[in-house]
């Protein structure tokens, strides 16, 4: 096949790639590796879908950010971490951040906690906090929240 021929499929594949769903930088390229193109060819395809606005990292990491926090209850240091993950700018992933209604935040971080809470009843005390604590963790909310929810917790106990 000729480079041109390779090109225009592959070229193809990609805007069928990028149309399916919100795509960023990184996700083209590792989709280019798997298809073992030349860097000339990566680069030259990598610019034009950037050119024709197939693919924006800013686009991306907002739809990203608002799909995990809404579907997923995921909190901000777990989407910060996978936005890293996937090579996007620092000023983007901040702004991204700030963007998040914080009253829904807190909102949903409530509703989930709760959630977890009483899913964890079963357990002695000690056992139900720190397991709470590390299922809440791991899902990327912030120290301060999860410590304010279990004062709350104990302040309602007395």
Known sequence: MKEQEIYTEILVKLKRYCKYQERCKSDIE???NKLSVTEKIKESIIHELSQKNYFDNKRFSHEYAVGKF???NWGKIKIRYNLMGKFIEKNIIDETLKNIPQDEYTSTFNKMANKEWMHKSKLDLTSRKRRFYKTVQSRGWEFD???KFLSEIKKNKT
């Open 30 to 32: 590792n989709k280019l």
């Open 70 to 72: 809404r579907n997923n």
């Open 145 to 147: 929240l999860i410590n």
